[in-house]
């Protein structure tokens, strides 16, 4: 007489086929169930089909991921005073997609992003505002290649810096008409933007 499969060793199985993308060999040495039966399962519940399914809307999800996290990005670095809610989402956001590659990749080493800043000459406001704007790119990325990393400190840093292109920004503009002789910037803030810059 043959053994009764319980519902929860048939889910299991289901899961490691549709979700884990097992084959009907590998879930049968995962459950003990034999692949006859897998197939059988699979054929009536429509394993296959599913399954493609599953893999079609988990490829929306990622793509919809990447492009909410460049969004949020962009928001957050080109807004002169941006909204800590939108640096907190996005820091937040960056913690979940890196314990989710954690996750599917744990041999992989997390490549050092931020390794320092090349010295460049700063002679203008512009100048400071793209030099500022890389390195604090740079920052961030260097952060979220190790979310456990991400702290309150750090986020304090980085609003700092933000707020130094929003105030460099700021006084830029009132300069578009000026002689750009007269617009280059005094020993503070060159000191101050190298400060910034060595985060």
Same mark, same amino acid.
């Given at each position: 007489?043959?053994?009764?499969?319980? =519902?929860?060793? %048939?889910? %299991?199985?289901?899961?490691? *086929?549709?979700? +884990?993308?097992?084959? *009907?060999?590998?879930?049968?040495?995962?459950?003990?169930?034999?692949?006859?039966?897998?197939? $059988? =399962?699979?054929? @009536?519940?429509?394993?296959?089909?599913?399954?493609?399914? *599953? $893999?079609?809307?988990?490829?929306?999800?990622?793509?919809?991921?990447?492009?909410?996290?460049?969004?949020?990005?962009?928001?957050?670095?080109?807004s002169?005073?941006?909204?800590?809610?939108?640096v *907190? &989402?996005?820091?937040?956001?960056?913690?979940?997609?890196? &314990?989710?590659?954690?996750?599917?990749?744990? /041999?992989?080493?997390? &490549?050092?992003?931020?390794?320092g800043v090349?010295? %460049?000459?700063?002679?203008?406001?512009? @100048?400071?505002?793209?030099?500022?704007g890389?390195?604090?790119?740079?920052k961030?990325?260097g952060?979220?290649?190790?979310?456990?990393?991400? +702290?309150?400190?750090?986020?304090?840093?980085?609003?700092?810096?933000?707020?130094?292109?929003g105030?460099?920004?700021?006084?830029?503009?009132? /300069?578009?008409?000026? +002689?750009?002789s007269?617009?280059?910037? @005094?020993a503070k803030?060159?000191?101050?933007? %190298?400060?910034?810059?060595?985060?």
């Amino acid at each position: 007489m043959p053994t009764e499969i319980s =519902w929860e060793i %048939r889910e %299991r199985a289901e899961g490691l *086929y549709i979700i +884990d993308g097992l084959t *009907y060999e590998q879930t049968a040495a995962r459950t003990g169930v034999s692949v006859t039966q897998l197939k $059988r =399962w699979g054929a @009536d519940g429509g394993w296959g089909e599913r399954r493609a399914e *599953y $893999r079609r809307e988990l490829s929306d999800i990622r793509r919809g991921t990447v492009q909410l996290r460049a969004k949020l990005l962009r928001k957050v670095l080109d807004s002169p005073e941006p909204d800590p809610q939108d640096v *907190y &989402a996005f820091a937040r956001i960056e913690q979940v997609a890196a &314990a989710a590659a954690a996750k599917t990749q744990p /041999e992989a080493p997390g &490549a050092e992003i931020c390794e320092g800043v090349e010295q %460049r000459a700063i002679q203008t406001p512009e @100048d400071a505002v793209a030099a500022l704007g890389e390195a604090l790119q740079k920052k961030i990325n260097g952060m979220l290649t190790s979310p456990a990393g991400v +702290d309150l400190a750090g986020i304090k840093e980085v609003r700092q810096c933000l707020e130094l292109i929003g105030q460099m920004r700021a006084q830029m503009a009132p /300069e578009e008409t000026a +002689d750009p002789s007269d617009r280059a910037l @005094d020993a503070k803030t060159i000191r101050s933007i %190298r400060e910034q810059l060595s985060l």
